[in-house]
Each structure stands twice: as structure tokens, then as C-alpha cells.
């Protein structure tokens, strides 16, 4: 079992920035990989990014990329989101999630943090 908790969402004028913060705990965690998604009202789930607990291969969603990384502190097991150039399409819940190395489907989801960019 891997429980996620997430932090750090609010609200932020459009060309801002924010970080988000998921506190992982459970199982050995270096044989997961740490995922950010993203829902919007009347959206479907969309993937922003992701990061292997070793090794530091990053992967981003297109409507993301240049814009936020993904980072870990292995230390204290959490994964960080930074977004920078935030625009109101980024507003959305934001969930943490987790999956084996070996799996292709994340298993462990967090409660998810509101981040709103208004227009």
C-alpha cells in the first residue's frame, strides 16, 4: 500500500507560478513511479507528468512541456510539481498517483489540491 497525500494547489494569476507537493509513504518506494494528472471540470484526466524514484527519467504531457517539472526528494519521499507560466486552461484538480516500475497502470491515488488560474 502507498498512501499519497498532495499540498500546495491555490489560486494564481495567470503568468504565475505555484509548486505542488505529493507525500508519499508506504512501500518500498523506488520501485514506483510518481505521477501528476490533471482533471478539469467536464474534462477527462489528463496526464501532466511523471518520474521514476531512481534514475530521474522525466516524461510531460504536450500542454505542459517547457512549462513544469517534476522533481523528488528522495529524502523525504515527495514529489514536487513546479508550474510556471501558469495560463486559466492549466486550471484543474491535480492528483499524485503511483505504479510499479513494472506496470503500466497507476494503482495509488492521492485526494487531489485545486489549482485555479483565473481568466
Known amino acids: 500500500q502507498v498512501q499519497l497525500v498532495e499540498s500546495g494547489g491555490g489560486l494564481v494569476q495567470a503568468g504565475g507560478s505555484l509548486r505542488l507537493s505529493c507525500a508519499a509513504s508506504g512501500r518500498t518506494l523506488s520501485d514506483y513511479a510518481m505521477g501528476w494528472f490533471r482533471q478539469a471540470p467536464g474534462k477527462e484526466r489528463e496526464f501532466v507528468a511523471a518520474v521514476v524514484w531512481t534514475g530521474g527519467r522525466e516524461s510531460y504531457g504536450a500542454s505542459v512541456k517547457g512549462r513544469f517539472t517534476i522533481s523528488r526528494d528522495n529524502a523525504k519521499n515527495t514529489v514536487y510539481l513546479q508550474m510556471n507560466s501558469l495560463i486559466p486552461e492549466d486550471t484543474a484538480v491535480y492528483y499524485c498517483?503511483?505504479?510499479?516500475?513494472?506496470?503500466?497502470?497507476?494503482?495509488?491515488w492521492g485526494q487531489g489540491t485545486q489549482v485555479t488560474v483565473p481568466v
Open positions: 498517483a503511483a505504479r510499479l516500475r513494472s506496470s503500466s497502470m497507476y494503482k495509488y
